[in-house]
């Protein structure tokens, strides 16, 4: 199936607005296939790896509080349900204070070496989770937790735009994404084994302070293979000969996107006026609150169905189905070309799931996990969303703030959710339910909304692109957004960019 998407034309070419002259201009469709899967293969067996490692330490770092808790975590500390809500919710805010500084950092800096202080940053944050006592205490090392976290998926998600082509971003994407899966059966099955060894007494100290201090100084050893072997651009890829390295430049040219690290206020302006913008950010909040709930709350929800301790890490470990669900719905998407729509059947299954949590009797509890276990799907619109940002935001300031905005909105959903949760509607939780019904219900019509504007917005450059002006390939110092032919710094000499094309 060949759409609009596969074959992007470069960006019409003015010449007496570049310094830079044609000749610097390579085809992506001189490298030949074997030398392209030969690259791609190199390129994924070095970052990938590490990549993934990354999300699933990023995501059994978050939710460590969840199984810390089945250990006495909450009882050690003195914390009531509503202090427990905010020790979730403060993370978030840490997250979203963090967020656009280091989106901006990200453009200033060499980005693996940013990423790198980052993760051992956290994970020494995480290891202060078993030192310090009290609310007022934990709530200062949770913001921070959150505050160095903010670096991580933004980050991933540039190092996805910058090595790969817009068809194969979707895949990568939902390949380091799902790794949050298989977080679910690192966690459970650590804290099962720790949970039982401290009914036994093995343990010289608590088991909710071994699964801080394991988790946080595994965190900070991974930070530190990623400072010396992730590199920060492709000019500097030790893994690539000098000839790999253009070639893989050639690659991904294609994506129109900049690699001049300069700041841009008119493509500032342009992101926080692109209706787009926002449409990702209403999706991404929509989907967070309900992930919110269930990242926090998901041991003690299980355990209110009417199973012990152990049975609850168990149980939650299978949760990890979500690494088949992300990887394969981000990989249709690419397959069939629609990412956008492919969102839409895991948000149906999961009102699904929810609607029978709510509706099921307390007593029919397998009835009831079996709803906790379809509702998992959701919450791959968000890297559906993320992958479509990588692919389809150009310009490099008007990325850094898209992306900002985005992960803010992430933070905000996750700041809402857990308040939702509140002990007064025990036993059975009505309005936290109908709040995660309607919420992936809503994201399910912003999803098709962004699939609507893409159409248009494609149909609209097909219908101005027929004046023959010169074009030729894309240079990435020029720093083209999505929308405008530069030059940006003068309103009224901003010319729609008719030769980028949308990928949805």
Known sequence: MTTLQDTKPAPIYDAEKSSLADTTAVAVDDISPEDDARLRRKIDW??????????????????????????????????????????GSIFYIGYVVGEYPMCFLMQKLPLSK????????????????????GFQGLMVVRFFLGFFESAITPGLALFTGQWYRLREQGTRTGLWYSMLGFGYILGGASSYGLAKANLRGE???????????????????????MWFLIPDSIDTAWFLTPEDRELAKRRTRENQQPTNSNWSWPQFREAMADPLTWLYCIVCLLCSIPNGIT??????????????????????????????????????????????LSAVPPCCVSIVGFCIMYATPEHKRMVRLAGYYICVPWFVTVPIVLSLITSNVAGKTKKTTVNALFFIS????????????????????????????????????????????????????????????????FNPEDDLTDRWVLPLDAADNRRLNPTFRYTY
């Open 295 to 340: 990242t926090n709350f998901f041991t003690i929800i299980i355990k209110d169905f009417g199973f012990d301790s152990l049975q609850t890490l168990l149980l939650g470990m299978v949760g990890s189905w979500v690494v088949v669900n992300y990887t394969f719905w981000l990989w249709f998407g690419d397959r069939v070309g629609n990412r956008c």
């Open 46 to 87: 070095h970052l990938l790896p590490l990549f993934c490692v990354i999300y699933c330490l990023q995501y059994v770092d978050k939710v460590a509080m969840s199984y810390a808790v089945i250990m006495g975590f909450r009882e050690a500390n003195h914390l009531s349900l509503s202090e427990y809500s905010w020790l």
């Open 114 to 133: 940013l990423s790198a202080v980052n993760i051992v940053l956290w994970g020494g944050v995480l290891c202060l989770m078993a030192a310090v006592p």
């Open 410 to 473: 992430y933070c905000i959903g996750n700041l809402v959710g857990p308040q939702a949760y509140q002990t007064r509607d025990a036993p059975r939780f009505m309005p936290m339910y109908i709040t995660c019904i309607l919420s992936v219900g809503l994201s399910i019509v912003t999803m098709v909304a962004i699939y609507v504007v893409y159409r248009l917005e494609n149909n609209r450059r097909d219908r101005a692109d027929t004046d023959g002006g010169p074009t030729r390939q």
């Open 203 to 225: 343990l010289s100290i608590p088991g909710w302070k071994v699964v801080y201090v394991m988790f946080g100084l595994t965190t900070s050893v991974v930070g530190i293979l």
